[in-house]
């Protein structure tokens, strides 16, 4: 845990990793996702320096809950998959609709 983080967010931290472990999560993964979960709380909150755009502006990582995980019902988002199709130079993903670019990225 960062030292940065209040008490509130270090027991959030301490509760998501505790959940994550007893769901059969290993280690190393809970601390993962029970990390970025509080960091993204805290873009939200105001209480980090740097926070991307998606952490600001999408809904909580609670209320989120896996409804855009990649095996989720509705997938990654389309500002997701164009940063994907950003990363790995894909061309012509400006004028693709989202179906393409999860075609072009590898998604379903």
Do not use: C, F
Not at 57 to 71: I, K, N, T, V, W
């Amino acid at each position: 845990m960062p030292r940065a983080w209040s008490k509130k967010r270090e027991r959030q931290y301490g509760h998501i990793k505790d959940s994550l472990t007893s769901r059969g999560r290993d280690e190393g993964t809970a601390e993962e996702i029970a990390a970025r979960t509080v960091n993204k709380d805290r873009a939200q909150a105001g209480e980090s320096r740097i926070a991307s755009r998606t952490s600001v502006e999408d809904l909580s990582p609670q209320r989120r809950g896996g409804l855009r995980s990649h095996s989720g019902s509705g997938g990654r988002t389309k500002d997701q998959l164009y940063a994907e199709a950003q990363r790995k130079k894909i061309k012509g993903r400006s004028t693709m609709t989202k179906a393409e670019l999860e075609r072009a990225v590898g998604g379903r």
